[in-house]
Each structure stands twice: as structure tokens, then as C-alpha cells.
């Protein structure tokens, strides 16, 4: 907190009158960029009427998102060091990613596109493919990001839909 106040120009008396705690900065902190960062993505793919499109784009984005900042990788690994009602939160926030994906699963199930494994299964095999990048990324190699991102869309939809030979 020393260390904040000072790149601030503020006492740390002052930092603790806007934040509390540590536990309360980062929480703060996490949530901020989730506004900022998450749920613009998340707003966006909801729009979009083709599941497929919906899944490819947020998979898309997220993983660019997740590897534009190594404080990604803070806020995937200390979610746990926050109280409960802010964990809670923010895991909310995160929620209605997998269930974007999750819907979206359904959609091309029912329409006998889509493999039939469990779609909560899929959901989290997608959504957590995106999370365990924030442990290897080099955010040093920025250009490779794009990449990254297709890659991983292209695998995740290779492996959940059918091909044209597959389909009835």
C-alpha cells in the first residue's frame, strides 16, 4: 500500500480512505477491469444472432484480453485471496461468460450441429482453455496474440462441430 500511495503522490492515510484494504484495492481493481475490458466483450458477442459467431468472437476476444495484460494472470490466480461477497461478484461477472458460451452450445446442439457431450463440460473446456493462458503467456510476445486467438477458436469449434461429411 506504501508502495501505491507513493506512484499516487498520496499519503497511505488517503489511499485507505478510498480503499480499506488490500483485499478491498484489489477487488476494486479486478472489478474495474472487468467494466472496462470483460463485459464490453461480453455485451457485444451477446448481440451477435449466429451462435457460432458468438462463440468464435468471444473466445476470440477474451483470449486477446487475457493476453494484453500479465494483470490477467493476477486477477485469474488471487480471485481465491478475495472475502466472499467479492468473489462472489466477480465470479458473477465471469459466469455470464461461460453461460454465453454455454448458450450458445445449446443453440447448435439443438440445431444438430454441434456434437452432443454435455454442454456445461464443453463451456468450461472453452472458457477455462482461454483462463490457463494467463500461466505460460510471454506478454513480452504481443505480436503472437492474434495467432494465439485463431488457434484457439479454430480448435474449440473443430472439436465441437460437425464437419459438412459429419452431419445427417
Same mark, same amino acid.
Given at each position: 500500500?506504501?508502495?501505491?500511495?507513493?506512484?499516487?503522490?498520496?499519503?497511505?492515510?488517503?489511499?485507505?480512505?478510498?480503499c480499506?484494504s488490500?483485499?478491498?484495492?484489489l477487488?476494486?481493481?479486478?472489478?474495474?477491469?472487468?467494466? *472496462?475490458?470483460? !463485459?464490453?466483450i =461480453?455485451?457485444?458477442?451477446? @448481440?451477435?444472432?449466429?451462435?457460432?459467431?458468438?462463440?468464435?468472437? #468471444? %473466445?476470440?476476444?477474451?483470449?486477446?484480453?487475457?493476453?494484453?495484460?500479465?494483470?490477467?494472470?493476477?486477477?485469474?490466480?488471487?480471485?481465491?485471496?478475495?472475502?466472499?461477497?467479492?468473489?462472489?461478484?466477480?465470479?458473477?461477472i465471469?459466469?455470464?461468460?461461460?453461460?454465453?458460451? *454455454?448458450g450458445? !452450445?445449446?443453440? =447448435?446442439?439443438?440445431?444438430? @450441429?454441434?456434437?452432443?457431450?454435455?454442454?456445461?463440460?464443453?463451456? #468450461? %473446456?472453452?472458457?477455462?482453455?482461454?483462463f490457463?493462458?494467463?500461466?505460460?503467456?510471454?506478454?513480452?510476445?504481443?505480436?503472437?496474440?492474434?495467432?494465439?486467438?485463431?488457434?484457439?477458436?479454430?480448435?474449440?469449434?473443430?472439436?465441437?462441430?460437425?464437419?459438412?461429411?459429419?452431419q445427417?
Amino acid at each position: 500500500m506504501s508502495m501505491i500511495a507513493r506512484a499516487l503522490r498520496m499519503s497511505k492515510a488517503n489511499l485507505y480512505y478510498y480503499c480499506s484494504s488490500k483485499e478491498n484495492l484489489l477487488y476494486q481493481i479486478h472489478l474495474d477491469d472487468l467494466q *472496462r475490458r470483460f !463485459i464490453p466483450i =461480453l455485451d457485444e458477442a451477446e @448481440k451477435l444472432p449466429d451462435p457460432k459467431d458468438r462463440i468464435a468472437f #468471444f %473466445l476470440q476476444k477474451f483470449t486477446l484480453m487475457c493476453t494484453s495484460s500479465p494483470a490477467s494472470r493476477v486477477f485469474v490466480h488471487e480471485i481465491r485471496s478475495l472475502k466472499k461477497d467479492h468473489q462472489n461478484e466477480i465470479k458473477s461477472i465471469w459466469r455470464r461468460g461461460y453461460e454465453l458460451v *454455454r448458450g450458445a !452450445i445449446v443453440e =447448435l446442439q439443438q440445431s444438430g @450441429k454441434a456434437r452432443k457431450f454435455r454442454e456445461s463440460f464443453l463451456s #468450461f %473446456l472453452g472458457t477455462g482453455m482461454v483462463f490457463w493462458i494467463v500461466y505460460w503467456w510471454d506478454y513480452d510476445r504481443q505480436a503472437n496474440a492474434q495467432e494465439l486467438s485463431d488457434s484457439l477458436v479454430q480448435i474449440f469449434l473443430k472439436g465441437l462441430l460437425y464437419s459438412a461429411n459429419e452431419q445427417n
